[in-house]
């Protein structure tokens, strides 16, 4: 059955009878996963792929899309007396606008890397003298954690900066700013989160087949053959090509912790801009879980990205990383100069990685 | 940071489990599964500490596998 899922053969298959399909035409498809990146860069999915189906990637990097002033906010934070600052490990070496949170710990910051923001709460239990702030970073597949734990009750010197962002308000901006695309790969972790239905709204709308796949390279195939197919047909329903782990509801528990813990608010989406509706504000009732508020950190606002990068082209899939002039000379994971090179979903940092093997 | 991992629940207490992943036991919460029934043997989804949904053992197996390339290529082996 694995070895089903992965054989290059069936891959190649599927991929010849989207070649057939899509005869004629010239198809852009966008995914807006780092994961899906990372399976499609690896198997060399565009590589199997007829030259008229063109895969970009999308913002589906929440690190990639953190404001630089953002991170600047925190970094300064982790450098104030009795102030912890914890986070996950692929925030570290993010460029903020003037530092990033390892340049921070370096100056004597307390930075700490965490895997779950239970870990963070159980260092705020047990360190009463130090305020711990989470920096929270992530899509609807992250965001429960933190709603469920803020709920159920932190410690008074614990509190969350949101940078949580919400996926199908993204993918509604890019469409109507027009950007040119003839369907979307729905994010499969994200979708364990929030089902089929959201995506239901913007296919109809928009008139775009959306299709929610799997991790696997057949996954990854089946559903732009699912995509390629109903272009040609003329039909936009959504999709489910993994239907192993994403339920037409979502997850209810998770979706009711989170409308109950958040609202919706706008938010700036680094190298994007602002996107109505795609941020998540703690609701009044757990305000003093804010960090934003309880320490004056300002949010997301307009921002550059650092001199001479084009993250924000390649997060709206207009260029490809190595179209980049920095790409691989002055930018590289051990020196990145954007955050699309820093985090393991970013899409010039996965797309680095597989061409220097070649 | 999507990436989310299968593990098999090997111990439960409440809504704390203990699961293994590839080997590796951790404890994960499954506040958010709740009401899937899950019970020990099973496999979850875990994210950051947490199952965010049960899924079938053929299905834990597969992602495993990618899990563990995305792993190595991270440290730069060759695959
Ligand atoms: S290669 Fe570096 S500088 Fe160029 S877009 Fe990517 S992250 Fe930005």
Redesign the interface.
């Known amino acids: 059955m694995l070895a089903q899922f992965r054989d290059r053969e069936l891959v190649g298959r599927v991929a010849s009878e989207i070649a057939e399909a899509s005869r004629g035409k010239r198809l852009k498809i966008m995914h807006v996963c780092g994961t899906h990146e990372w399976t499609i860069t690896h198997f060399g999915i565009r590589d199997m792929l007829p030259e008229n189906v063109q895969i970009v990637a999308g913002p589906g990097c929440p690190v990639c899309v953190t404001p630089g002033n953002e991170i600047d906010a925190i970094a300064e934070l982790s450098m104030m007396k009795g102030m912890a600052v914890t986070t996950f490990g692929d925030v570290l070496r993010v460029p903020g606008n003037r530092t990033s949170l390892s340049e921070a710990k370096a100056n004597g910051g307390d930075v700490r890397v965490v895997y779950s923001i239970a870990d963070s709460i159980r260092m705020a239990k047990e360190e009463k003298g130090k305020e711990v702030v989470h920096f929270s970073i992530g899509f609807e597949t992250t965001a429960p954690m933190a709603a469920v734990e803020i709920i159920r009750g932190a410690p008074e010197n614990f509190s969350i900066f949101s940078a949580h962002k919400l996926i199908p308000p993204a993918m509604d901006f890019l469409l109507r700013a027009g950007v040119n695309l003839d369907g979307f790969i729905c994010p499969g972790h994200v979708s364990t989160i929030i089902g089929v239905r959201p995506y239901r709204g913007l296919a109809a709308k928009y008139r775009k087949p959306m299709v929610i796949a799997g991790f696997e390279p057949l996954d990854v195939v089946l559903g732009i053959r699912n995509i390629v197919r109903q272009v040609v047909a003329g039909t936009h329903l959504v999709g489910n090509e993994y239907k192993r782990a994403v339920r037409d509801g979502g997850n209810e528990i998770a979706l009711q912790t989170l409308d109950k813990a958040f609202e919706v608010r706008d938010a700036y989406w680094r190298g994007v801009g602002k996107i109505p509706a795609s941020g998540m504000l703690l609701r009044r009732k757990y305000r003093g879980f804010d960090a934003a508020l309880k320490f004056g950190i300002e949010v997301g606002k307009e921002d550059r990205m650092p001199a001479g990068c084009s993250c924000g082209e390649v997060l709206k899939g207009m260029m490809a990383p190595e179209e980049c002039p920095l790409f691989g000379r002055s930018c590289t994971p051990e020196h990145p100069i954007g955050p699309c090179m820093v985090s393991i979903e970013g899409t010039c940092a996965i797309v680095y990685k597989f061409r220097r093997k070649k | 940071?999507?990436?989310?991992i299968p593990a098999k629940v090997i111990k439960l207490d409440g809504e704390r489990a203990e699961v293994e992943i590839g080997g590796i036991r951790k404890e994960a919460?499954l506040?958010?599964?709740?009401?899937q029934g899950v019970g020990i043997g099973d496999y979850v989804?875990i994210?950051?500490?947490?199952a965010?949904?049960k899924?079938?053992e053929?299905?834990a197996?597969?992602?495993l596998?990618?899990w563990r390339?995305?792993m190595a290529?991270?440290k730069?082996e060759?695959?």
């Open positions: 940071m999507c990436l989310a919460s506040a958010l599964v709740a009401d989804l994210h950051t500490g947490y965010i949904t899924i079938d053929v299905e197996e597969s992602i596998k990618t390339q995305v290529a991270e730069g060759s695959l």
